[in-house]
């Protein structure tokens, strides 16, 4: 099983800064099959990463990721208050179980 | 837009058989190439994936749950379903459907449930 690590475990940070939220598996994850979901309290997970690197659907060009192997960053540039939430990075490879990793939480100040 | 609903009791007793259902709307399950899957999230806590499966029935489930689990579709009622046996109060949680291709591209709202006497 791919153990996902997620850090920090919290991020504080004013709006307008840069946030990078790091992922790092305990081994190679195939095909950069990594993506990240954000989700805000009591709501569902939102696909924002997939294919380590590509937007989903109506997500904005402030979201990039970047990685491969077992190194990857979700970085969210310009923050706004509506980022605050906590972002999962979770890994599809080709043997399951697709893990995720335990979260990071993002807080706008 | 394809969509999706979770449903089920919100409340199991412990030994008893979780089982839950998923509607998908707007699309067809056997039209796409999705798998369907489910992911639970006990409260306060992070993601697990529970398992998944394609509209021709081929499965994949998470070993640490695998013995416990079964997940079947129905492409008549455009439906798939989760069962989950001898559950104790470590599998509440909210259980989410959601397809896969292979990134889980949407998710359902969630449903909550306990596992209490």
């Known amino acids: 099983e791919i153990v996902l690590t997620q850090s920090p475990g919290t991020l504080s940070l004013s709006p307008g800064e840069r946030a990078t939220l790091s992922c790092r598996a305990s081994?190679?994850?195939?095909?950069?099959?990594l993506a990240w979901y954000k989700q805000k309290p009591g709501q569902p997970p939102r696909l924002i990463i997939y294919g380590a690197s590509s937007r989903a659907t109506g997500i904005p060009d402030r979201f990039s990721g970047s990685g491969s192997g077992t190194d990857f960053t979700l970085t969210i540039s310009r923050l706004e208050p509506e980022d605050s939430a906590v972002y999962y990075c979770q890994q599809y490879g080709y043997s399951p179980p697709y893990t995720f990793g335990q979260g990071t939480k993002l807080e706008i100040k | 837009q394809l969509q999706v609903q979770e449903s089920g009791p919100g409340l199991v007793k412990p030994s008893e058989t979780l089982s839950l259902t998923c509607t998908v709307s707007?699309?067809?399950?056997?039209?796409?190439?999705?798998?369907w899957g489910w992911v639970r999230q006990p409260p306060g806590k992070g993601l697990e994936w529970i398992g998944s499966?394609?509209?021709?029935?081929?499965?994949s489930y998470n070993p640490s749950l695998k013995s416990r689990v079964t997940i079947s579709v129905d492409t008549s009622k455009n439906q798939f379903s989760l069962k989950l046996r001898s559950v104790t109060a470590a599998d509440t949680a909210v259980y989410y459907c959601?397809?896969?291709?292979?990134?889980?591209?949407?998710w359902g709202q969630g449903t909550l449930v306990t596992v209490s006497s």
């Open positions: 499966i394609y509209y021709t029935g081929s499965t």
């Open positions: 959601a397809p896969s291709s292979p990134a889980f591209d949407f």
């Open positions: 081994q190679s994850v195939s095909s950069s099959y």
């Open positions: 707007g699309g067809s399950i056997s039209g796409s190439s999705y798998y």
